[in-house]
């Protein structure tokens, strides 16, 4: 009989570390069973800048989560997030005779050609994290999803190359070997994030996954596979920030504040009201405008929304998404984000939450956990695109490839 097996997502962002733990049953319905969050003490955007205090934050984190779940971590298959100014993509291109064209084309062929494509030269600082196909195209016709088992003489593959700094990658790593943590696998965020608050048909369709964290992750998708990824150094973490200079507070205060009463667009406080808050000086509380905390965030949040639609406009050069905007993370929650994302972008934009897994609300509503639940997705979809520096990209390349076509 089938057994339980668990899997565990760290998600490193901007403002928090967050683990999460998943159940799957016998029956292949899987719940979400422990979680716990810590401060980024150690990090900075997602990057190991000390070693020590980074790896107290993972270790909290960690241990609330498994606490929760009665379980180690080390002992499942992890699923960790990468993200930062360091990520970057490249267009790769192979081309390959097939082996065998009467018996169609094989995995054999595929694994060739996708070897192809990521022949670049690579500066020694840089290394592939994903590689990723957009398309296949046999003897010339264009658009194939799945090409094994047809019939061909010459296969190519276009595929979006995610690229990330080698030390960056390698210090998550130390963190991770520090807690033992060995049967891991890293992925871009954005990419997580898109398994769990993006549904199929947007991404066929073309939309924008904007996560609104500390910092602000966009990735564009079109016809079903990420197509564009950016890190955007304002998201709300600035926000708090404005709002602590703003009001003159602290920026604990400022963050409470903000999540307790904030809003995107000032004209949205029709009747004003009085809010009390730290004075940053020490000497007791005050009394601030709860009008002029929402004229303090909406000059930062539209600058956010700004800069997103400019990149998003150069990404797809004149096609349009259908699918529109997918507004997901911590900044999402402020009353009106999604109004004002609408009126800058001129697409649809719908609020995106981690609820495509069983789980207790305080995860599955809450966006700010879009990207641990997307990373256990991912894991649980068997789509391994990096494996641990030593075993090789290609060492799981069957798996990689039953992920994409299945």
Not at 6 to 16: P, V
Not at 53 to 72: I, N, Y
Not at 306 to 320: C, F, I, P, Q
Request: proline residues 3%; negative net charge.
């Amino acid at each position: 009989m089938a057994k339980t097996t668990r899997t565990a997502a760290i998600d490193i962002g901007s403002t928090k570390v967050a683990c999460v733990v998943a159940e799957t049953d016998a029956g292949k319905k899987t719940s979400i069973i422990g979680y716990g969050t810590a401060p980024p003490d150690g990090f900075k955007q997602g990057v190991v800048v000390n070693l020590d205090r980074a790896t107290e934050s993972v270790t909290s984190a960690v241990a609330a989560a498994e606490d929760m779940a009665g379980g180690k971590v080390k002992a499942y298959r992890t699923f960790v997030g990468v993200s930062g100014e360091h990520i970057k993509h490249l267009e790769g291109i192979g081309a390959v005779p097939v082996r065998k064209p009467a018996k169609g084309i094989g995995q054999r062929d595929v694994e060739d050609v996708i070897r192809q494509a990521q022949t670049i030269r690579l500066p020694n600082d840089e290394q592939i994290l994903h590689v990723i196909p957009t398309q296949f195209i046999v003897d010339g016709q264009k658009g194939i999803r799945n090409p094994l088992g047809l019939f061909g003489v010459r296969l190519e593959v276009e595929a979006l190359l995610v690229i990330g700094a080698v030390t960056a990658i390698e210090n998550i790593y130390r963190v991770l070997e520090r807690l033992d943590i060995r049967h891991r696998f890293l992925v871009l965020q954005a990419l997580a994030c898109s398994f769990a608050v993006c549904e199929e048909d947007d991404k066929e369709l073309g939309c924008a996954l904007v996560d609104l964290g500390g910092v602000t992750e966009l990735s564009v998708y079109r016809e079903g596979e990420i197509r564009f990824v950016k890190s955007l150094k304002v998201g709300a973490s600035n926000i708090t920030k404005d709002v602590a200079i703003g009001l003159r507070t602290t920026f604990g205060q400022a963050e409470e504040v903000k999540c307790k009463h904030g809003v995107a667009m000032a004209s949205m406080v029709e009747q004003d009201e009085t809010l009390e808050v730290d004075d940053a000086s020490g000497r007791g509380t005050k009394q601030v405008s709860r009008r002029l905390l929402a004229s303090i965030i909406e000059p930062r949040i539209e600058e956010t929304l700004n800069m997103v639609d400019a990149e998003v406009r150069k990404a797809v050069t004149g096609e349009g998404l259908s699918g529109g905007v997918v507004l997901t993370g911590g900044g999402s929650m402020l009353q009106g984000a999604d109004v004002l994302a609408e009126q800058i972008t001129g697409m649809p934009v719908k609020l995106g939450l981690p609820d495509r897994l069983i789980g207790p609300k305080e995860v599955t509503k809450d966006p700010r956990f879009a990207t641990a639940v997307g990373l256990l997705k991912y894991g649980l979809e068997g789509r391994y695109l990096f494996e641990m520096p030593g075993s090789g990209i290609w060492e799981k390349l069957t798996e990689d490839i039953r992920g994409w076509f299945s």
